[in-house]
């Protein structure tokens, strides 16, 4: 075999195309013949055998496909692109694709090439699009060091010296300090203080109700997250089959001249947002094979919908093309209300809910957490919860922190909290959030291992991590919570009209115990990294719960949902001002709505 041979097989190798040694001199000599005809150097025959095999889905090379080979350049009329090359019968060394070394060589000097077979099956970049940014190896961030180039100590407005970021003022000048935003129930002669001798118990309500522990992710198939997708649309649908006395469904795609019943999820037919004309219906796996059909929504009086939104409808199909529905199965929820202690054994307990970011923006004095721990050292409650991010990827002078590790940081300010509630009767409940920069980014969201930190594990006692989502059982009470903003999310892609609830954030909040999910949108937010192997244990809602706490950006609010209280205690800070919080009162009373007498404000720091 000649030299110019081995050159041939070793080329077509290094893009994973195998020439046999043997037997194969037809073939190497159709590609030789193919690099005179269309005048191409063995590099450019390469990369445009590359994007003829890309287009045709993986070919093998033999004798035939040489010939479509042929046709394609024949089409593609690359010949008077690629200056004709003289072929040299001498050695010729080329790179093997085993060598990465040699390859990255081969890259750097063929970099000509390599973009032309890209641009072959790919779109085309816009210059500048790929130059990179890079930060000077001594960058030193001014905000962020004092005089003599120390670290800003956090925490303490004292702290802050003249080469700092200068607050703006707007904290420390805000004259709407303890401000009710909003309100639920008589709050006139409240004690907001605890008045119980022990501490409350706290645990996860059921074997679902809290992650326990980290887990790796990033590892699921598409198929995995199928199978996922339709076990929980066939949980959803045997509750509304047995709630509406529903014998059988039948599939979204067949045709039917009379009215029938079907589930699915609700889809739109592109990425953009949902409208009333790019709405589709997916079926499940089990009666409609999976498959999709578009929805004509002009029967319905009302509704309400979203992508992933889990849907029981009566309709027809007479077409076989579209789904034309008449009604929507969403007057009974598919949840049973969670149990309640007997009166006799519950107590009074008091809550204070709190969600970060912890400082303003304009710097990390820390102020709001300052003034925070003051109101929890006067007014100690039996629990609070305290949601991230506490170290926000959202705030520029933390992610441009150099002279500290985020941990680091992360530890600092549980120290702070710890130390703030040693001598309380206070249990602390930290909630995660995917915007804090030392955790993981993934949902749901494992707790904090405070274990790694390096603080007095005394002080940690009274602190419980748990994970985002949660459903806890606190003292008897079922309390669901989660720092992801769904409401935001699925107020963003949520179509309705004339719809049943027509208050828009008690109708966002139906819509999750409708679905008895803290996160049911799908396709997620951009901002929301799911798992689908625990979303699918942990992420569910498994009963109505009696408190479920929401921080979001949108207005603050407490209201009572079919019986379970949601409460949105906003952020503690907002920009480079102050936020709010809330705090709640629960005494049982067999004779209120839930069970329950609850007293919540929405108060600003």
């Not at 040489?66 to 090359?85: E, G, S, V």
């Not at 006395?245 to 599939?251: G, K």
């Not at 309705?496 to 937010?525: A, C, F, K, M």
């Not at 379970?564 to 800070?573: A, I, T, Y």
């Amino acid at each position: 075999m000649e030299t110019a041979d081995k050159s041939i097989i070793e080329e077509f190798e290094v893009i994973g195309v195998i020439i046999p040694k043997i037997g194969s001199e037809d073939d190497i000599d159709k590609v030789r013949e193919l690099m005179i005809i269309h005048h191409l150097d063995l590099d450019s025959l390469v990369n445009e055998w590359g994007a003829f095999e890309i287009t045709n889905g993986g070919l093998e090379m033999n004798t035939e496909t040489l010939i479509q080979f042929d046709q394609y350049l024949n089409r593609n009329k690359k010949a008077a692109k690629t200056p004709k090359t003289k072929q040299s019968s001498g050695t010729r060394t080329t790179p093997k694709s085993s060598d990465i070394d040699a390859l990255a060589e081969r890259v750097s000097r063929n970099q000509s090439d390599t973009n032309d077979l890209l641009n072959a099956y790919s779109t085309p970049v816009a210059k500048g699009k790929n130059k990179r940014l890079r930060t000077p190896d001594n960058f030193i961030n001014k905000h962020l060091t004092l005089t003599g180039g120390s670290p800003v100590a956090p925490f303490s407005p004292t702290s802050l010296s003249p080469s700092t970021p200068k607050s703006t003022g707007k904290y420390s000048a805000r004259k709407n300090t303890g401000d009710i935003v909003a309100s639920l129930g008589e709050t006139q002669e409240c004690v907001w203080t605890s008045t119980s001798q022990q501490s409350c118990s706290i645990d996860s309500y059921g074997e679902h109700g809290s992650l326990l522990s980290h887990y790796n992710f990033m590892m699921e198939k598409i198929a995995d997250r199928v199978l996922v997708l339709d076990g929980i649309a066939e949980e959803i649908g045997e509750r509304l089959k047995e709630i509406n006395s529903i014998e059988s469904l039948s599939s979204v795609g067949l045709q039917y001249a009379e009215p029938v019943t079907v589930l699915g999820r609700v889809c739109c037919d592109s990425n953009g947002r949902l409208n009333a004309k790019s709405v589709l219906l997916g079926g499940d796996v089990q009666t409609s094979q999976g498959c999709k059909v578009a929805m004509q929504l002009s029967q319905l009086a009302s509704y309400s919908l979203f992508p992933g939104q889990i849907v029981m409808m009566e309709g027809q199909n007479s077409s076989g093309t579209a789904f034309v529905p008449t009604r929507i199965f969403n007057e009974v929820l598919p949840l049973q209300k969670a149990p309640l202690p007997a009166e006799a054994d519950m107590e009074r307990l008091t809550i204070v809910a709190v969600s970060g970011p912890y400082t303003t923006s304009d710097n990390l004095a820390y102020e709001p957490l300052a003034d925070f721990i003051k109101h929890i050292q006067a007014h100690p409650p039996d629990v609070c919860i305290m949601f991230g991010p506490f170290v926000d990827a959202k705030l520029q002078l933390i992610k441009d922190l150099k002279d500290t590790t985020y941990s680091e940081h992360f530890t600092k300010i549980v120290e702070v909290i710890s130390k703030a509630i040693e001598h309380l009767p206070t249990e602390v409940v930290l909630v995660p959030s995917q915007r804090d920069l030392q955790h993981s980014f993934v949902y749901p969201t494992p707790p904090f291992d405070l274990g790694k930190l390096k603080i007095d594990k005394e002080l940690l006692k009274k602190i419980h991590c748990v994970s985002d989502p949660s459903t806890l059982r606190i003292n008897g009470l079922c309390v669901g919570m989660t720092s992801t903003d769904i409401l935001f999310h699925i107020g963003a892609e949520e179509i309705s009209l004339n719809p049943l609830i027509t208050e828009r954030l008690s109708r966002l909040l139906d819509h999750l115990l409708q679905q008895g999910s803290y996160y049911p949108l799908n396709p997620p937010s951009e901002e929301v990294n799911i798992s689908y192997e625990k979303y699918e244990l942990f992420s569910r809602i498994p009963v109505i719960p009696h408190l479920v706490f929401l921080p979001s950006e949108l207005k603050q609010f407490v209201k009572n949902i079919n019986g379970c209280v949601f409460v949105n205690p906003g952020r503690l800070s907002k920009g480079e001002t102050g936020g709010t919080f809330a705090r709640l009162v629960v005494l049982p009373n067999s004779a209120a709505d839930c069970g329950l007498d609850i007293a919540a404000q929405v108060v600003r720091i």
